[in-house]
């Protein structure tokens, strides 16, 4: 696969879950904007609470990841990814940080 394709994929990816996001959460915040009981909702039983505990596990990982390549390799604007990983979602936040940090470090010689 190609750089281009790779990144096309990428926001065709986050683009598709941002979609889907604002059909299916928003309309529900519309009718009770209840942040925190929209929160609990993920944990309602033993397969959402997998699902959603993975969510939040993916974005502590994508926090890491974040934190560390702007450290080593000076990734700048990771923050940006890492507050759309909280809305609308972890895969937006992963597949915009790919594409970033993808174009910085294509830029810029690896140490």
């Known amino acids: 696969m190609n750089e281009k394709t790779f990144k096309f994929t990428l926001a065709s990816i986050a683009a598709a879950f941002t979609v ?15 942040i925190v009981g929209a929160f609990a909702a993920g944990f309602v039983n033993p397969y959402a609470a997998g699902y959603s505990s ?3 596990f993916c974005w502590a990982t994508l926090l890491v990841w974040v934190i560390y390549e702007a450290k080593v390799l ?3 604007h990771g923050w940006v990814c890492l507050a759309l990983g909280v ?4 895969a937006v936040g992963f597949a915009l940080y790919l594409i970033v940090r993808t174009k910085q470090i294509n830029q810029s010689p690896v140490q």
Do not use: E, M, Y
């Open 20 to 34: 889907t996001f604002c059909v299916v959460v928003v309309p529900a915040l519309i009718n009770d904007f209840d």
């Open 74 to 76: 000076s990734v700048k």
């Open 54 to 56: 993975d969510v939040l």
């Open 87 to 90: 809305v609308p979602g972890v």
